[in-house]
């Protein structure tokens, strides 16, 4: 390069550049051209991304009271998508304008609302949603609370699509399906794909080891057909929640239990049949049911008053809560795997590290005497678990007492961390127990033999190769997965039997990996009292000596995430995708580097080297 040129530039003149060679250099000019194009247009998008956030966030920010709610009104769900236990859990909704519903919140709206003389009723749209039978358990039972102040409760919906939508609708007091609509309520399935035999054909061999015989989570991958134990366990739990469903559809829709067996039966239903047989109240048009609702409060159909208000809405604004000098509480959540990290802070894992200084912030605050650990998780790292598990020992150490509420699961590490509770419930429909552990690897040596693919190396250590997939565990290295088998089990067998009152021999006789509904749990011991959230807080306000759980003081931990806090994480992810990209340009930089080297001393065994 003529170094010349940039001597002899001047604060007024530029001499013109010389053209670059025609042909020496042009791998290293292309490439960086591209880079820097490429670069600019990754700038630009991070820029747009940064001043977007900034933008909102000065939104959020800005004081802008929101319109009083109105004397008379209806609050209003629609039925879109399934709520969430916690507002922080990743995928929940991130608008800056609308609080995130969980569950918790739905059951609070509706429970100050029965008292709130503002409110006359409570009308939901299904537009494809569904909750968990959990969640709907703990839905119905608040619509029926609202119900028995005296307020009424419709449900509309297109066309309801499985028997969980028709278990929430039946809570309603009026059912409302669109001419046309269908109902589909063909009782319930559990299917899995076992692919066993593609894995032998392609030279995929299976190797787990599981405890005990019910511990079935990787049975798809090594057997070709369910087992006699998964069978059994499987059928008990959908007679379990059939049995369930009927009673609670059977009550509320004034119906036999065996007449409405034998609908399930049937199956599907055109909206004449299910007008005929109770299963609906009235066929009629979206239009018509807005109307209905606007002549029941104000007496006008056409009435152009604004009365229907969102639930969210009405949970965010409506006066709650307890005074400042009520009891205090800690309601703690674990919802999601279990792991001993959450690296990509996205809410989804129940992470240890997390979870342990929540705990430990509760079991230091003095004002705090109870802590209620709401649990939804299937499970996930033992290790994990029993750091958890240390962390509430630790709790009630310094004197608190601790109340498990468990939500859709609790099962294998979501009891672990569950066993040392001095009271735990949960739903009738909760999957729990499956204590138990699973494990192993895919080994692919026959597949690379297939292929045609040989690896080969050395190894130092006479078990060096047990996480290796390119070979079967050898003896030695099944034995040592065998003997950390057995003592995951034992020390989970007999970690129960201490939290629960048990000795080891009556827990391993309700444990074995089996997974038991919580109406199950609680006949063989593993749960206290059937209920939801809302009766795990009534159960701690007896604890602390108030009436109920509205004269406590619900402290969420993890805080929910302020509208400001979520704007400054999706900075904090355009910044990181700024940073990953201002990374891999220098790794670009170096790789143009080293290509101008191989074009000008012409080393082809450079790209073969590296």
């Known amino acids: 390069m003529n170094n010349n040129w940039y001597r002899s530039r001047s604060l007024f003149t530029r001499p013109a550049r010389p053209e670059p060679p025609k042909k020496k250099w042009r791998v290293r000019y292309v490439l960086w051209n591209a880079l820097k194009r490429t670069c600019m247009a990754i700038?630009?998008?991070?820029?747009?991304?940064?001043?977007l956030g900034t933008t909102l966030s000065m939104m959020a920010m800005k004081d802008v009271s929101a319109p009083s709610l109105p004397d008379e009104m209806v609050l209003y769900l629609p039925l879109e998508k399934a709520?969430?236990?916690?507002?922080?859990?990743?995928?929940?909704?991130?608008?800056?304008?609308e609080k995130t519903l969980t569950i918790r919140d739905a059951v609070n709206a509706l429970d100050r609302a029965a008292k709130d003389e503002r409110v006359k009723g409570f009308v939901t749209t299904v537009r494809g949603g569904a909750l968990s039978l959990t969640h709907t358990d703990e839905l119905r039972a608040a619509i029926a609370r609202f119900r028995e102040s005296g307020k009424f409760a419709y449900i509309y919906a297109?066309?309801?699509?499985?028997?969980?939508?028709?278990?929430?609708?039946?809570?309603?007091?009026?059912?409302?399906?669109?001419?046309?609509?269908?109902?589909?309520?063909?009782?319930?399935?559990?299917?899995?794909?076992?692919?066993?035999?593609?894995?032998?054909?392609?030279?995929?061999?299976?190797?787990?080891?599981?405890?005990?015989?019910?511990?079935?989570?990787?049975?798809?991958?090594?057997?070709?057909?369910?087992?006699?134990?998964?069978?059994?366990?499987?059928?008990?739990?959908?007679?379990?929640?059939g049995a369930a469903v009927v009673q609670g559809v059977s009550a509320d829709r004034k119906l036999d239990s065996g007449a409405f067996q034998k609908l399930v039966d049937k199956g599907l239903f055109t909206d004449a049949e299910a007008?005929?047989?109770?299963?609906?109240?009235?066929?009629?048009?979206?239009?018509?049911?807005?109307?209905?609702?606007?002549?029941?409060?104000?007496?006008?159909?056409?009435?152009?008053?604004k009365i229907f208000v969102k639930l969210g809405r009405y949970a965010k604004e409506a006066p709650g809560g307890a005074a400042a000098g009520s009891p205090k509480v800690a309601l703690i959540y674990a919802v999601g795997q279990i792991v001993q990290r959450d690296n990509s802070k996205g809410g989804n894992l129940a992470?240890?590290?997390?979870?342990?200084?929540?705990?430990?912030?509760?079991?230091?605050?003095?004002?705090?005497?109870?802590?209620?650990?709401?649990?939804?998780?299937?499970?996930?790292?033992?290790?994990?678990?029993?750091?958890?598990?240390?962390?509430?020992?630790?709790?009630?150490?310094?004197?608190?007492?601790?109340?498990?509420?468990?939500?859709?699961?609790?099962?294998?590490?979501?009891?672990?961390?569950?066993?040392?509770?001095?009271?735990?419930?949960?739903?009738?429909?909760?999957?729990?127990?499956?204590?138990?552990?699973?494990?192993?690897?895919?080994?692919l040596q026959a597949m690379w033999e297939k292929v045609g693919i040989k690896w080969d190396?050395?190894?130092?250590?006479?078990?060096?190769?047990?996480?290796?997939?390119?070979?079967?565990?050898?003896?030695?290295?099944?034995?040592?997965?065998?003997?950390?088998?057995?003592?995951?089990?034992?020390?989970?067998?007999?970690?129960?039997?201490?939290?629960?009152?048990?000795?080891?021999e009556q827990v391993d006789k309700v444990a074995g990996g089996?997974?038991?509904?919580?109406?199950?749990?609680?006949?063989?011991?593993?749960?206290?009292?059937?209920?939801?959230?809302?009766?795990?807080?009534?159960?701690?306000?007896?604890?602390?000596?108030?009436?109920?759980?509205?004269?406590?003081?619900?402290?969420?931990?993890?805080?929910?995430?302020?509208?400001?806090?979520?704007?400054?994480?999706?900075?904090?992810?355009?910044?990181r995708i700024g940073e990953f990209f201002r990374s891999n340009s220098e790794m670009f930089m170096t790789v143009t580097s080293s290509l101008k080297e191989f074009t000008s001393y012409g080393r082809p065994e450079f790209l073969a080297v590296r």
């Not at 969430?84 to 608008?95: I, K, L, P, R, T």
């Not at 609708?169 to 692919?195: K, N, T």
């Not at 070979?471 to 290295?477: D, H, I, K, L, Q």
């Open 43 to 51: 700038g630009a998008m991070v820029l747009f991304s940064a001043i």
């Open 158 to 241: 297109e066309g309801y699509e499985g028997l969980g939508q028709y278990y929430l609708a039946s809570a309603f007091e009026e059912i409302w399906l669109q001419p046309m609509g269908l109902i589909s309520i063909p009782g319930m399935q559990v299917e899995m794909p076992y692919v066993r035999p593609a894995l032998d054909k392609i030279g995929v061999e299976p190797q787990f080891f599981a405890r005990k015989e019910y511990k079935n989570l990787f049975e798809s991958f090594t057997d070709s057909e369910m087992s006699p134990e998964s069978r059994e366990v499987m059928s008990a739990i959908l007679v379990d929640i």
């Open 457 to 504: 190396g050395v190894s130092w250590g006479e078990n060096s190769g047990l996480w290796s997939f390119n070979r079967p565990y050898s003896p030695s290295e099944a034995e040592r997965m065998n003997a950390m088998m057995d003592n995951v089990y034992d020390s989970f067998v007999a970690l129960v039997a201490g939290g629960r009152g048990m000795t080891p």
């Open 514 to 575: 089996r997974v038991w509904t919580g109406a199950q749990a609680k006949d063989v011991g593993l749960v206290d009292e059937l209920g939801g959230l809302d009766m795990a807080l009534d159960y701690t306000a007896g604890l602390v000596g108030v009436a109920d759980r509205h004269a406590l003081r619900v402290v969420v931990m993890p805080r929910p995430k302020t509208t400001f806090e979520r704007v400054v994480e999706l900075l904090d992810t355009q910044v």
């Open 83 to 97: 709520l969430v236990e916690h507002s922080n859990v990743a995928g929940s909704s991130y608008s800056f304008q």
């Open 351 to 443: 992470a240890a590290d997390n979870l342990v200084e929540t705990i430990r912030d509760a079991a230091s605050d003095e004002d705090i005497g109870v802590i209620v650990l709401r649990v939804d998780s299937p499970g996930g790292s033992p290790t994990a678990s029993e750091t958890i598990r240390r962390a509430v020992i630790k709790a009630k150490e310094k004197g608190k007492k601790i109340v498990v509420s468990m939500g859709g699961a609790a099962a294998s590490g979501g009891y672990w961390i569950a066993a040392d509770a001095d009271y735990i419930f949960a739903s009738p429909m909760t999957f729990t127990g499956s204590i138990g552990v699973t494990g192993g690897k895919f080994s």
């Open 275 to 305: 007008l005929e047989s109770g299963l609906v109240d009235r066929l009629d048009y979206g239009d018509e049911f807005s109307g209905m609702v606007k002549e029941l409060v104000t007496g006008d159909a056409e009435n152009k008053d």
